[in-house]
């Protein structure tokens, strides 16, 4: 049985061919899965509930789902469960990669603000990956996310916010990890 994945992007992210998201997207079709990367409404002035729509109409459509979240996705997937929202419970794994912090420094993005996370619950298993350098998340997705969920960070040297800009276009252990949750995450 083939799996159905969801690839969720973030914040002024038009779906550009050189991201890792696009070029996974790519491969998990190719595999013949079930693939959606939808282009989330105005990404460069994006609204919180604008976006949980979205999801939502994504989450429940029929099977069961892989969620690979990126950069804002990672803030309003977390939204998400806190509210729980229709469709979670079909979601076997997720991945939120390079989770951000400081959504209330940009005022296009200042209404996402990350929900409480201490008491949070994720749906299981819930893997979170981040560069050491990441600008977006000073404080280190480790302290800021991994803490207060109860979720080890597999924090990657020097990759940034992993982008294009920080070499992130192929990313084979992203793939691995998408066939295989067991896979670790490593650098590109």
Known sequence: MTSSFLILHGWQNHRPEGHWQHWLAGR???????????????????????????????????????????????????????????????????????PVTTAADFPEIAGFALPPLTGLTPPSPTRIVA?????????????????PLGITAEVLPGAGHLTPDDGYGPWPSVLDWCLDGEVKLTAR
């Open 131 to 147: 560069g050491d350098d990441d600008p977006y998340c000073p404080e280190g997705a480790q302290r800021a996310y991994g803490d």
């Open 28 to 98: 998990l079709t190719a595999l013949g899965h079930d693939v959606a990367y939808p282009q989330l409404p105005d990404p460069d002035t994006p609204e919180l509930a604008v976006w949980l729509g979205e999801f939502e109409r994504h989450l429940t459509t029929p099977g069961r789902k892989l969620v690979v979240a990126h950069s804002l996705a990672t803030v309003t997937w977390l939204h998400a469960v806190s509210r729980d929202l229709p469709g979670l419970d079909t979601v076997e794994r997720v991945l939120l990669a390079a």
